[in-house]
């Protein structure tokens, strides 16, 4: 071993040009034990690890050709070509995953505590909050998510605690508590809370984008009810949150408005944008962003209203259990 | 023996006191039996023999006295008096341990007292109140869902996904009469109707034949024949239009796709060279034509 390592030293002892040179005897000559981080010099090493890198691309592209070659020559007989690998390709299968046609679920979705809103007995009405002492990031994004859902009062957080103000707001018939909590002057995390007695979901907010932030944006929403697009919410869980979402918006959309809210989910990460849209003609629709933008990540889901100390938790992220896959999500 | 003024001179003005703290404006005493805080020759417990302050230890309040008789034994120095929970009964305590003493002492003392039962009673308030919890946020952590979330908004690819939305909504009729596109409603019905019918078709077309026996239907000269007009360009133009509207009208009943070509066939006419496409007919099969750009070759030939 060593003595092939002097002699492969020596070879790389001779000029930069000669090196390319000694290149092909050089290559024929390493041990398969052999590997590039074993040079201790540096400028060496680093020379035979471009070497090899070049020698792998090199194999790579002759591959490539000799492949496009065969496709060319098969014509019409070629086989199809490959589905590049994607995250959302590979995905564990979660046996939690809703099939379109499960009565059970259907049964559970008829009797739970969203029912009464799919049945169009009450209509949505949100009383949207924050922490303590907001600062002016948060307010305005209020402001704005105020403007979005329709039947949305904003109120003044004065230290009031959440499981006082929750029987005043069953008391006024709010259905969803919703509490924007801020960190250093920017929102980071929102309670949604269905109030007669329905789930509480928390969630991290990142990425808040005000309107005036927001490029090529159009004017301001009208005050018509906004269309409801939920995307990707194939999980039991994530069924769940859908309607949680759904429930924040009344039943009939004024098509009228051409607004449209859309509930994302892509790997867990929910994305929420308003847009207004218009078809040009029945193939193309052109769409507008107006509105704030953000991005939910489901921290935990409990039963009841909220309670931290003794609540039921349905559902709580735990990061050393689900994000060890990276191909497995919840929702 | 205890000598006040000389110890001040040292420590309080010309040479170091390790008590003390010197700011822009003002000296403070770090000294934890100081009764004031700031280094005073009044509020020195070093430059002073008969001293007395107010210490607070876990709720409870006491009162230290030094007397210059015990300044030879500093283990016994300071004398400690537990003072009542009470307020009114701990300041006639204090009156009544301090009698006799200086004025300024006294007053401090009773004022320091009040000021740690205050802050006493408030901090009693708060941990009734709600706390805020700090949670502890990892940096690796934080960054990783960041990098997540940006990958996962790349692969989201939102605006495709909410046009695809709403083109499927409109195609299945969520809006209903808004929208006048009633020609890809229209064009899906008529397919999936002739589909249907084409069973029938084959039963009537027998009738159908033996019906338009003998009647006389009279046409227009639409067709135009491709012998007498293929020496002029301009003739030539106004076949390709003539052709297209024949097109047109005959695949009015055929699918959208093969529509789209034509209407794009029929966008290229102004473009469309005399020679470039292929031979044109009259028959009803749809035809690309394909653009060719005729400038350079004139170009050459001018120069």
Known sequence: HKAVKSAE??????????????KSELAVAFPPTFSVSEIKNKQRRHFMFMKLKQEKRKQK????????????????????????????????????????????????EGTDEFSAYFNGLTNPKVLITTSDRPRGRTVRFCEQLATVIPNAHVYYRRGLALKRIIPQCVARNFTYLMVINEDRQVPNGMVLCHLPNGPT????????????????????????????????????????????????????????????ATFHNQRDFIFFRFHRYIFKNEKKVGIQELGPRFT???????KGTFDSKYGEYEWVMKRHEMEACRRKFQL | ????????????????????????????????????????RSSCPLANSQYATIREE?????????????????????EKVKLSKNYEKALEQIDENLIYWPRFIRHKCKQRFTKITQYLIRMRKLVLKRQRKLVPLSRKVETRERRKEEKALIAAQLDNAIEKELLERLKQGTYGDIYNFPVHAFDRALEQQDQESESEEEEEEEE??????????????EEVEESDLSDFEDMNKLRTSSDEEEQDESSEEEDEEEMEVQTKASRSKGKSPANGSAARKKRAYVEIEYEQETEPASKSRAT
């Open chain 1, 61 to 108: 592209m002759q591959l490539r050709k000799k492949r496009r070659k065969e496709r060319e020559a098969l014509g019409d007989k070629a086989p199809p070509k490959e589905v590049p690998k994607t995250i959302e390709n590979q995905r564990v299968y979660d046996e939690t995953t809703v099939d379109p046609e499960d009565e059970e679920i259907a049964f559970d």
């Open chain 2, 1 to 40: 023996m205890q000598h006040d003024d000389v110890i001040w001179d040292i420590i309080g003005n010309t040479q170091f006191c390790s008590f003390k703290v010197k700011t822009k404006s003002q000296n403070f005493c770090r000294n934890e039996y100081n009764i004031t805080g700031l280094c005073n």
């Open chain 1, 201 to 260: 979901a928390h969630f991290k907010v990142s990425s808040v984008r005000l309107r005036k932030e927001m490029k090529r944006r159009g004017k301001n929403p009208t005050e018509h009810y906004p269309e409801v697009i939920l995307n990707n919410f194939t999980t039991r869980l994530g069924h769940t949150i859908g309607r949680l979402f759904a429930a924040l918006f009344p039943q009939e959309p004024h098509f009228v408005g051409r607004q449209v």
């Open chain 1, 9 to 22: 030293v020596d070879g790389e002892g001779s000029a930069v040009e000669e090196k390319k040179m000694v």
């Open chain 2, 58 to 78: 876990k709720g409870q309040c006491f009162l230290y006295m030094k007397v210059i008789e015990r300044a030879a034994f500093p283990a016994r120095m300071w």
């Open chain 2, 208 to 221: 159908d034949d033996e019906k338009d026996v003998g009647q006389r239907e009279f046409v227009a000269e």
């Open chain 1, 296 to 302: 939910l990540k489901l921290r935990s889901l409990q």
